[in-house]
T-cell receptor, first 113, second 114 residues
Framework: NAGVTQTPKFQVLKTGQSMTLQCAQD?????MYWYRQDPGMGLRLIYY???????DKGEVPNGYNVSRLNKREFSLRLESAAPSQTSVYFC????????????FGEGSRLTVL | AQTVTQSQPEMSVQEAETVTLSCTYD???????LFWYKQPPSRQMILVIR??????QNATENRFSVNFQKAAKSFSLKISDSQLGDAAMYFC???????????FGKGTSLLVTP
């Protein structure tokens, strides 16, 4: 059982380049989330999708876009990467929405030079 | 929205001893949920324990238990009989039915020494 799968696990970009982080879950969960983790900051919500067909901004959405492609997949796109977006990104999903357990992917470490 | 505060950036415990990690939160909601997540060096986020605010009984999961003080808005995690594998970053998190996602504290790094 794969759970939540994120790709790529590591990526180095130059300022201004674009990239997409892919996330897929095989648990038939309705809700999916993208968080970023920075040292000393905990996890901060970028975007979330409460159900298929809906997406909403979280705490730190600037510079990002998302797509809920179907119930399984939720991608995060950086259109023009900036050094401030250097971080570890986590995708998560939940069966019971935001009040239930979140299942996390292994994280993607992104470095923007 | 909820805010979560973890006042201990780092903690240390000897193997087999007990340690308590502190967490306080602020919410205006009456119905909310509290969590502790563990993040070992592998970076994987793992749920340790979950508490519904309407339940007075403190949640327990094997060696892990919480001290939930609703009036004080405190939600501490006690780890008994600490093991080397407990070494990790621990995050406290909170949400409510009117919210949309978990709000996390900044984390406490736990070191376990032999």
């Amino acid at each position: 059982n794969a759970g939540v799968t994120q790709t790529p696990k590591f990526q180095v970009l130059k300022t201004g380049q674009s990239m997409t982080l892919q996330c897929a879950q095989d648990m038939n969960h309705n809700s999916m989330y993208w968080y970023r983790q920075d040292p000393g900051m905990g996890l901060r919500l970028i975007y979330y999708s409460a159900s298929e067909g809906t997406t909403d901004k979280g705490e730190v959405p600037n510079g990002y876009n998302v797509s809920r492609l179907n119930k399984r997949e939720f991608s995060l796109r950086l259109e023009s990467a900036a050094p401030s977006q250097t971080s570890v990104y986590f995708c998560a999903s939940s069966e019971q929405g935001h009040t239930g357990e979140l299942f996390f992917g292994e994280g993607s470490r992104l470095t923007v030079l | 929205a909820q805010t979560v505060t973890q006042s201990q950036p780092e903690m240390s415990v000897q193997e087999a001893e007990t340690v308590t990690l502190s967490c306080t939160y602020d919410t205006s909601e009456s119905d909310y949920y509290l969590f502790w997540y563990k993040q070992p060096p592998s970076r994987q986020m793992i749920l340790v324990i979950r508490q519904e605010a309407y339940k007075q009984q403190n949640a327990t999961e094997n060696r892990f238990s919480v001290n939930f003080q609703k009036a004080a808005k405190s939600f501490s995690l006690k780890i008994s009989d600490s093991q080397l594998g407990d070494a990790a970053m621990y995050f406290c998190a909170c949400n409510s039915n009117s919210g949309y996602a978990l709000n996390f504290g900044k984390g406490t790094s736990l070191l376990v020494t032999p």
